[in-house]
């Protein structure tokens, strides 16, 4: 089954977000553009991120893109969401990792930082790359129990 992928973006971060969906669609990818800010004018990107996050907490989609001058604040937003973990990477090996290792359903980047064609092969090398478990396993099950405790300090 394809996996169902969605991005979106702040205003500053459009012309990329559209790049990176034609992108995504001229490689076979399942996309949805969330366009949060395109439906809410003057949104910031702390409520577009967090829209992402919480339909990626819900099982709405499996992986999210999001996008902002730095990529930073979007992932900052995004870990406030249970369960839900973004990275910002803007180089291959990162973005590999992200997966690989960390588990992250969230990928950001930042328009202001990164070129369109590095953009794009990251978002493929992410996409492509699947959590390995192995000696990671330990390390996210612990991040995950970490985040119960800190959501949930009375239990
Ligand atoms: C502009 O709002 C800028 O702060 C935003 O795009 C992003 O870089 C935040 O981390």
Redesign the pocket.
């Known amino acids: 089954m394809k996996i169902r992928v969605t991005i979106d973006s702040?205003d500053?971060?459009v012309s990329l977000k559209k790049v990176l969906i034609k992108h995504m669609l001229d490689s076979g990818v399942d996309v949805t553009d969330l366009d949060y800010a395109g439906k809410h004018p003057g949104a910031?990107?702390p409520e577009v991120g967090y829209n992402l996050a919480l339909k990626i907490k819900n099982k709405e989609f499996d992986r999210g893109i999001l996008i902002?001058?730095?990529?930073?604040?979007?992932a900052m937003i995004a870990n406030k969401v249970e369960t839900v973990y973004a990275g910002v990477c803007h180089d291959v090996y990162s973005a590999e990792r992200l997966r690989k290792s960390n588990d992250a359903q969230i990928l950001t980047m930042?328009s202001?930082v990164i070129g369109t064609e590095l953009a794009k092969t990251i978002v493929s090398a992410w996409l492509n790359a699947e959590f390995e478990k192995g000696g990671s396993l330990p390390k996210v099950e612990q991040m995950r129990m970490l985040e119960r405790k800190s959501f949930h300090p009375e239990k």
């Open positions: 702040d500053i971060a910031l990107y902002c001058g730095t990529g930073l604040g979007m930042g202001r």
